[in-house]
């Protein structure tokens, strides 16, 4: 159990770093917070600091979800400690210690966590978010769908109860988080993938 918990501080404190952050700053001089959404996940930095620094943005933020449950994996850890692993890096993007608990919305770190445990499940849905990005230009709808269908891919592909929770849990955070995101969408002000990112 020691273990456990070593491993679940490590990964919240991995989970926490902002990505976007530091890479605006060491390769452009510029806090991504000042611009755009003001957010620190990876398609605010690509509106800011261009598409390779957002795809670099986009696999650490992966990385950093994937990496320690695939090690609690390996380790023959049980289904609901592992999930407390990648709750434990989500989170720590999600609400950084490091950014006073604010951070990113949740969407590539959980990727990397469910890559691991659902791969079949993930699969489907980058399918489902390139298809409508690709249809309406908008990252957040893409991203909003994919945590509704989360859970339910998960309950039809896997006989796992302790995932399709997790999966309940997880999607609905990626929806509170993309709250101001719903508002813009419904009020149509919501900025799509190739616009710009202006100073705040």
């Known amino acids: 159990m020691v273990k456990v918990i070593i491993l679940i501080i490590i990964t919240y404190l991995v989970g926490s770093i902002p990505n976007a952050l530091w890479i605006g700053k060491l390769f452009k001089n510029i806090d991504v917070r000042e611009y755009g959404s003001g957010n620190?996940?990876?398609t605010n930095a690509a509106r800011v600091l261009?598409?390779?620094?957002?795809?670099?943005?986009?696999?650490?933020?992966?990385?950093?979800?994937?990496?320690?449950?695939?090690l609690s994996k390996k380790m023959n850890l049980s289904d609901i400690q592992t999930v407390?692993?990648?709750?434990?890096?989500?989170l720590g993007h999600s609400y950084?210690?490091?950014?006073?608990?604010?951070?990113?919305?949740?969407?590539?770190?959980?990727?990397?966590?469910?890559?691991?445990?659902?791969?079949k499940v993930v699969l489907i849905l980058l399918l489902i978010f390139v298809i409508i990005v690709l249809l309406t230009q908008y990252v957040s709808l893409g991203s909003i769908s994919c945590a509704i269908f989360l859970p339910i891919l998960t309950y039809i592909l896997y006989n796992n109860n302790t995932y399709v929770f997790f999966g309940l849990f997880i999607g609905a955070i990626v929806v509170i988080r993309h709250k101001s995101n719903i508002i813009n969408l419904i009020?149509?002000?919501?900025?799509?993938?190739f616009d710009k990112a202006n100073k705040k």
């Open 50 to 70: 261009g598409w390779k620094l957002g795809v670099f943005t986009l696999f650490l933020d992966v990385l950093k979800g994937s990496v320690f449950v695939y």
């Open 187 to 193: 009020n149509k002000n919501e900025a799509k993938f």
């Open 96 to 119: 950084s210690i490091y950014l006073g608990f604010k951070g990113g919305k949740a969407v590539a770190t959980s990727l990397g966590v469910f890559i691991v445990l659902v791969p």
């Open 84 to 90: 407390l692993v990648g709750m434990a890096a989500i």
């Open 40 to 42: 620190v996940g990876s």
